[in-house]
């Protein structure tokens, strides 16, 4: 969720820096900061906010001669985004970048408290230059006590450390998060991401989960668990466009790929063995709470839809969703015994900001379920849980749905954990459900050509339902807009078990039904109500587990006990279906018309 890069060699290296930071800050920008070692100097710059303030605030700096250079941009998940708290993190004589999450930084913060350390911010990362500073104090040699640090850290991480004990030296290692190496010659590059590094490396190594070591005097020298380690290098691409897609034809299809691993940033420390944790919550936060009032816009209103479901069903608490813009001019009666959440990607959406504003006029206390640090909707929450889904780019939300969803998952296992709402089986079986869920969001190639190949069907008629009952009528809504959003067909969502009330008019061949029929959840009844609509012969599309005779199409998903994980899986699909029938239809996936990611007007 940050970007970070390096570069040992002998040209100016702040403009290499801030160059590469550039193309990182799709990745975070609340804050950004370069350190650099050159001819037994260092100096370090740090600024809260864009890029830019950091161009500024060292607008006057050169350095000259070899020397070993690293540089951040921060996307906050510990600590707030000042200057303290953005990288590179400084110790006595060394400087730290990192991207991941250090799980066990808080029993290490403890040790290197008890012998003395001071530390200045708030982040994990901290802990990493101040372990590396106590092993080589105690008279290690700099790649040992880098080595022995990594050994220490618990978590997802890419680390670029440089130190006085070792000038014109870069220290690296990875696990969880991405970093690669890239070579031009005697220089060396260091990045989270290609594009950071095209147009100035020519051949680059990606580097595997485990994997650490040094540069120096432009050589490399990589390990890993087993010890030394011969590696080969592979031509770097030439067109940066294509390589902020990692190759992806669209941000959105990239981000549905993206969607299973950055689900495991969300759970990053706060799903443990047997309990859930958000560390951000203020100790007795939820103290005098019965109620829960979820607001919302587009999207993130199905999202909170479908945490109602949750929060009612695991945490027994009585929980209502509404839409912002409806919510704000009701005259709505709140009582403050009610928690008010707040649901959004960008943390800017005007509705959304409003009705929080006049939650809190009312007594209200707040909690905000958003993407984006420090955006308007976070300062003015009591509270924030980030979804750390990562800059989001396409404007038809995905990857931000799935975060939003998890963090409601956890948050409702997080309140039932309060009164013991649940047995310990139920809880067990909930938290391993949610470890699973990464694994259910993979995208497999087989089922994405399927659904490419179907698609070819489904670019006329008259209308799509997509249909769904629990949980599956929010992600029913949620599956309705992506496709209209992105394909301009008209599309609804509707409760499968209302479909009698009324929408069943509609069906002919040409009413395209999309049927969500999860095994786990109320199949039989979804199953009526889908054998009403093909009697009227409305065409079929099922999505399911179990075979389906009166399908016209059918994509089979994975059995699973439990129907999260069928809701992620079915997500997904609907997700690409939306995709496929946009790009066959020749429209502009990524800013489809009319459309803009964040709404910041009523
Ligand atoms: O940034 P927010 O989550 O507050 O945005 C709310 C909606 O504008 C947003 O979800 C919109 O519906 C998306 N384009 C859906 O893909």
């Known amino acids: ?199 100035k490396a020519k051949e680059a190594y990606y580097l595997e989960d485990g994997e650490y070591g040094f540069a120096s005097a432009g050589e490399v020298r990589l390990f890993d668990r087993d010890g030394p380690k011969a590696f080969s290098t592979q031509p770097l691409p030439s067109d940066k466009a294509m390589a902020q897609k990692d190759g992806y034809r669209f941000f959105m299809e990239k981000e549905i790929y993206e969607q299973s691993s950055v689900i495991g940033d969300t759970m990053l420390g706060r799903v443990l063995d047997e309990t859930i944790e958000f560390e951000e919550l203020p100790a007795r936060f939820f103290e005098g709470i019965s109620r829960i009032k979820i607001c919302a816009c587009g999207t993130s209103y199905h999202a909170g839809l479908t945490g109602s479901y949750l929060l009612e069903r695991l945490a027994k608490v009585p929980c209502d969703v509404e839409i912002a813009s409806e919510f704000r001019y009701k005259e709505p009666l709140l009582s403050t015994d009610t928690l008010f959440i707040t649901i959004s990607q960008s943390g800017e959406t005007a509705d959304t900001l409003e009705a929080l504003k006049m939650a809190k006029r009312a007594g209200l206390k707040s909690l905000t379920i958003c993407n984006v640090d420090n955006s308007s909707i976070v300062r003015e929450s009591d509270a924030a849980i980030l979804t750390r889904a990562g800059i989001e780019k396409g404007v038809a939300s995905t990857k931000a749905f799935a975060t939003q969803v998890m963090v409601l998952w956890m948050l409702s296992l997080y309140l039932s954990q309060r009164d013991d709402k649940l047995d310990r089986d139920r809880r067990r079986r909930e938290l391993d459900a949610m470890r699973r869920t990464p694994k259910a969001l993979v995208v497999e190639e087989k089922l994405h050509e399927r659904i490419h190949r179907l698609s070819k069907r489904y670019l006329h008629g008259h209308g799509f339902f997509f249909i769904g009952r629990d949980i599956f009528f929010p992600l029913a809504l949620e599956g309705a807009l992506k496709l209209k959003e992105i394909s301009y067909l008209h599309a609804e969502g509707y409760p499968a078990g209302e479909m009698k009330h009324g929408p069943i008019a509609l069906a002919d061949a040409e009413l395209f039904t999309i049927a969500l029929m999860p095994r786990s959840l109320l199949y039989d009844k979804i199953k009526s109500n889908v054998e009403e609509l093909s009697a009227r012969d409305a065409t079929i599309l099922a999505i399911s587990p179990e075979p389906f005779e009166l399908a016209d199409d059918f994509i089979g998903t994975q059995h699973s006990e439990h129907s999260m994980l069928e809701f992620f899986e079915m997500m997904v699909v609907t997700q690409l279906l939306a995709l496929e029938i946009s790009i066959r239809l020749g429209n502009d996936v990524d800013m489809p018309r009319n459309l803009a990611k964040s709404v910041t007007v009523e």
């Open 1 to 199: 969720m940050c970007g970070i890069v390096g570069y040992l060699g002998p040209k100016e290296k702040k403009n290499i820096l801030l160059d590469g930071l550039q193309e990182l800050e799709y990745r975070g920008y609340d804050s950004a900061g370069i350190a650099v070692i050159s001819q037994g100097k260092l100096q370090h710059f740090k600024a809260v906010g864009k890029l830019e303030n950091l161009r500024e605030k060292a607008r006057d700096f050169r350095s000259e001669g070899l020397g070993a250079a690293i540089g951040h941009t921060r996307w906050a998940t510990h600590g707030k985004p000042t200057e303290l708290n953005a990288h590179p993190h400084v110790g006595a004589f060394s400087y730290v970048v990192h991207n991941g999450i250090i799980e066990n930084y808080q029993e290490l913060k403890k040790e290197l408290e008890a012998q003395g350390v001071r530390f200045l911010s708030q982040t994990d990362t901290e802990t990493i230059v101040h372990l590396f500073e106590a092993f080589i104090n105690k008279g290690m040699e700099p790649f040992e006590a880098f080595r022995q640090t990594i050994a220490r850290l618990e978590g997802a991480y890419a680390i670029l450390l440089i130190s006085e004990a070792a000038p014109e030296t870069i220290f690296f290692a990875k696990n969880g998060s991405p970093l690669l190496i890239a070579f031009d010659g005697d220089e060396v590059y260091f990045a989270s991401s290609d594009t950071a590094v095209i147009g």
